[in-house]
Nanobody, 119 residues
């Protein structure tokens, strides 16, 4: 199972950016998917998660600015970043809880995509 993240780059404060992450490989299904980020010198932190049923969850730091969603096939996750702030600058990682086969689940991580918020 591989997760391929894309969409990072330079964005101005108050602008918008959309991250994508697609899962590929052999698996039975995918449960919760999410985005995490790690800024230089800081620990990795949660940005957003979304269940198979589409229920999102956000920490207060991004609530109201970021929106997580999943594709129709449920194997792709997106992060719409609106009104980003300089403190949102970080490497963003996608995560998926994959049902490898019935009764077996593993967590997988994408390779990370750098988001820089600067004017």
């Amino acid at each position: 199972v591989q997760l391929q993240a894309s969409g990072g780059g330079l964005v101005q404060p108050g602008g918008s950016l959309r991250l994508s992450c697609a899962a590929s490989g052999s698996f039975f299904g995918i449960s919760t998917m999410g985005w995490y980020r790690q800024a230089p010198g800081k620990q990795r932190e949660l940005v957003a998660t979304i269940t198979t049923g589409g229920k999102p969850d956000y920490p207060d730091s991004v609530k109201g600015r970021f929106t997580i969603s999943r594709g129709n096939a449920k194997d792709t996750v997106y992060l719409q970043m609106n009104s980003p702030k300089p403190e949102d600058t970080a490497v963003y990682y996608c995560n998926a809880n994959v049902i490898v086969r019935v009764g077996v689940r593993n967590d997988y991580w994408g390779q990370g995509t750098l988001v820089t918020v600067s004017s």
